[in-house]
């Protein structure tokens, strides 16, 4: 790939902002030896890569490879039979473990993440030197005593021999006689002898050694004799305990060296894992999707067989909330575009967004693009943007700009990508115009695929008559008199100097003289291009405006249709409330009646008048007991608008849950619910507020045919997180929680309580199985958090 366009590009700067969601250092240190790949196999291994990777992001969230270390210096220094020290020893254990766990990982998750998993196969599990490291070097890094008996021995015996001299240099201090002879009474070390602190005016009242006096010389620093044998023990025992710790560390280091290439092996693999990490992290911030990656494909005529098809882009670089996005859509007959505008309107940045964006794709990196986009890979890309003079060459920008169309002339073939910013600029226009020309013919007879950005307006005739080319424009507002940055593909940008000098307030005579000078031809066809650009605005905002009076009109609907609704459901309840209250004194009065029956036959009264009541009871309780039904409420039935598209607001049937579109597949949409993101197949997804009829049709039924009250509430989400709470809070929220749950008729809800100590954990089992909503539940899976998850499924009505 040409190095001098991917500086132009600013591809480093994309590098840059990738290293930043770096692990560890090795990962760091490929990030900035990516490139981009001009094969296509290739190109979709790493997109693949960078795909999985931002699944298992999603499921798994806390995967980290933080306390790995790039351990191949270390690796290399045991090869050349130096010694290793314990920090280094705990690097290399730190770094198994990591191999370990990401490898256990990406083996449960292998049927989702097949290509990260084939990778992590290889990843060794420990060689054993996590146990043998773990034994010997505490996790502060100091050899255990337990690493060897010998070391053992010499440490036991150090702490004896240690306590003895303290012992008896103690009383020095504690003996009144002496203690007054100290400068303080302290136990301190010189040359690594411990001494007293003796006041000078008293040398020679305690027989020792002088080791060192202060700098006022007020005091000397004495070892007693009494304790300079203990002090040459200790001295000797810790000679003994460095030199057996030596070869403690070095006994290490031996079997590090044994599985030298294993380990080398090992953090080279762990750091491709990592840069598909740090892609799919740097896709997340960008809310970037995966592009289609595409050959060239087989063409008649001189049409390379390119395809670009970028949708919703946006410079990667640029703020995200500011940046406006781009549609470059070139269709099969067109491999050029010619874009025209107003000075920084917007051409260089829409010449920079396709370039980099290519790049990007290619070296595996999802786009900031809307999903299903599509390009081609490019064998290379050149670029010549921006101001190329160069001082010391004594090159004018003109001649800086023709070095570089040389260099790009010579090497460019049909399978490149060529842009170019200011075509013919910085010379005559009439000549600058004409090159321009020339190099734009000369890279269409070559087929090769090409955008170029200019000021020249015989271009866009050019672009009118040339099959293979398109014109294209940034807008310009005249009222605001700023660039408003949109691309618009098929009609070439208008000449908005004058319209400009009239707002900014030149004579009207100057304007007219100008107006004089201008071709008559070019001044109508500039009026048609005026009207045409007027009638497209007005066109754009009459459709937004219905759109928007559309939407308004369905939200006013709706809300009506709740409103009813919910009338309904008061009319409802009021009946049924009634009704249940007349069961009950029906029932209060059949009791009267058996009472009075059994009376009348006590006394043998006839019960004819008994009789005539229980009748008229009968009927009215065939009344009474007439089932309420629920009138239902005449909501709009929506058509569907057409296809789905990236961004709507749909709901998920199976779950009753609400999101937003984020991926489109064949037999599969993705939607973002809250943190997660959840495929269901296209007949469980409805654009938000539309119904079907078999929606509407929906309503629980007793057996007996009645309409049971509407009990369904608001759903509360599918998750509930008591991390962090106590065990009476958690089953508070808990019991609330699933309530709800049951009553907005989830099918299932996971609960996320943590492992720790495993107490919530049991009580939140313990509560779900006591819970009469609740069918049964399980731990959650591989990817759905373990046991620090479980999940519940709900009873159905």
């Not at 390379?304 to 949708?311: C, D, E, W």
């Not at 004409?434 to 015989?458: F, G, K, N």
Request: charged share 30%.
């Amino acid at each position: 790939m040409n190095n001098k366009a991917l500086e132009t590009l600013e591809f480093h700067k994309i590098i840059s902002r990738l290293v930043e969601f770096a692990d560890f250092s090795a990962s760091a240190e490929l990030a900035h030896q990516l490139r981009p790949t001009a094969d296509l196999d290739e190109a979709h291994i790493r997109q693949q890569a960078t795909r999985e990777a931002r699944h298992l992001l999603n499921v798994d969230a806390d995967i980290s490879l933080q306390n790995a270390r790039d351990i191949r210096p270390q690796v290399g220094l045991a090869r050349r039979e130096g010694v290793l020290d314990p920090s280094d020893l705990l690097a290399v254990k730190n770094t198994l473990i990591v191999s370990r766990s990401l490898r256990r990982t990406l083996e449960n998750m292998a049927p989702e993440t097949p290509y990260l998993s084939s990778l992590a196969e290889g990843l060794p599990v420990g060689l054993g030197l996590v146990d043998l490291i773990s034994k010997t070097i505490s996790d502060r890094g100091d050899v255990l005593d337990s690493a060897s008996e010998k070391l053992s021995d010499i440490r036991r015996e150090m702490k004896i021999t240690y306590e003895r001299m303290m012992s008896r240099m103690q009383r020095y201090i504690s003996d009144s006689n002496t203690a007054r002879m100290l400068q303080e009474p302290i136990i301190t070390q010189r040359s690594g002898r411990n001494v007293l602190p003796l006041r000078a005016e008293f040398k020679g009242r305690i027989k020792g050694v002088i080791h060192d006096q202060s700098a006022s010389g007020a005091t000397l620093f004495v070892e007693p004799l009494a304790v300079v044998e203990w002090n040459n023990r200790y001295r000797e025992l810790e000679l003994q305990e460095r030199d057996e710790v030596r070869r403690i560390l070095a006994v290490l280091t031996h079997e590090i060296a044994g599985h030298a290439d294993v380990l080398v092996w090992m953090v080279e693999t762990m750091a491709d894992l990592d840069l598909a990490f740090m892609r799919a992290r740097y896709a997340e911030t960008l809310e970037a999707t995966e592009p289609k990656l595409v050959p060239f494909r087989e063409t008649e005529g001189k049409h390379p067989g390119s395809t670009i098809r970028l949708f919703k882009a946006r410079h990667p670089l640029l703020d995200p909330k500011q940046v406006v996005p781009i549609d470059v859509d070139l269709d099969e007959e067109t491999y050029a575009l010619i874009i025209t505008g107003p000075n920084t309107g917007g051409k260089t940045v829409t010449l920079k967004t396709i370039g980099l964006l290519a790049l990007m794709a290619q070296a595996g990196m999802h786009i900031p693009a809307q999903s299903g986009s599509v390009i081609s890979i490019f064998e290379d890309v050149f670029a010549d943007i921006g101001d190329e003079q160069s001082i010391e060459q004594s090159l004018s920008t003109f001649s800086g700009h023709v070095t570089n169309i040389v260099e790009i002339l010579k090497h460019a073939n049909p399978h490149a990508l060529v842009l170019l910013d200011e075509l013919g600029a910085g010379t005559d226009p009439q000549e600058g115009s004409a090159l321009a020309r020339a190099v734009m013919t000369h890279l269409l007879d070559r087929s090769i695929t090409c955008m170029i950005a200019t000021h020249y307006p015989e271009l866009k005739a050019y672009a009118h008559t040339t099959p293979g080319v398109l014109n294209a424009s940034v807008e310009f507002n005249l009222k605001t008199l700023k660039p408003t940055y949109h691309l618009t593909i098929g009609l070439p940008g208008r000449s908005n100097a004058l319209a400009i000098a009239e707002r900014l307030g030149l004579p009207e005579s100057i304007i007219d003289a100008a107006r004089a000078e201008i071709n008559p031809t070019d001044l109508r066809a500039e009026d048609l291009l005026d009207e045409i650009h007027r009638q497209r605005d007005m066109t754009r905002q009459a459709l937004e405006s219905a759109e928007l009076a559309q939407a308004e009109a369905e939200a006013l609907r709706n809300e009506l249709a709740d409103r009813l609704d919910k009338i309904e459901d008061e009319r409802y309840a009021l009946l049924e409330e009634a009704r249940q209250e007349g069961e009950k004194e029906l029932e209060r009065l059949r009791e009267a009646l058996e009472t009075l029956r059994r009376r009348l036959a006590q006394a043998r009264q006839p019960l004819d008048a008994v009789n005539e009541i229980e009748e008229v009871v009968e009927s009215i309780e065939e009344e009474v007991s007439e089932p309420i039904v629920r009138k239902k409420p005449e909501k709009p039935v929506r058509k569907p608008k057409g296809p789905l598209r990236l961004g709507e607001k749909v709901h998920l049937r199976s779950i009753d849950q609400d999101g937003v579109v984020t991926a489109i597949g064949e037999d599969e949409i993705e939607a973002q619910i809250g943190m997660l993101r959840i495929r269901a197949r296209h007949s469980d997804v409805i654009r938000k507020g539309e119904e079907t009829d078999e929606v509407a049709a929906e309503k629980p039924k007793s057996k007996e045919g009645r309409v049971k009250l509407p009990t369904r509430q608001e759903s509360p989400g599918v998750e509930l997180d008591i991390r962090g709470q106590r065990v009476d809070e958690g089953l508070d929220a808990l019991e609330t929680y699933i309530e709800r749950a049951y009553l907005a008729r989830l099918p299932f809800v996971r609960i996320i309580h943590g492992k720790g100590t495993g107490r919530l954990r049991d009580s939140v089992r313990e509560s779900l199985s006591n819970n009469p909503h609740v069918d049964h539940f399980e731990g959650g899976g591989h990817t759905e958090g373990g046991e620090g998850v479980t999940v519940a499924n709900l009873k159905k009505d």
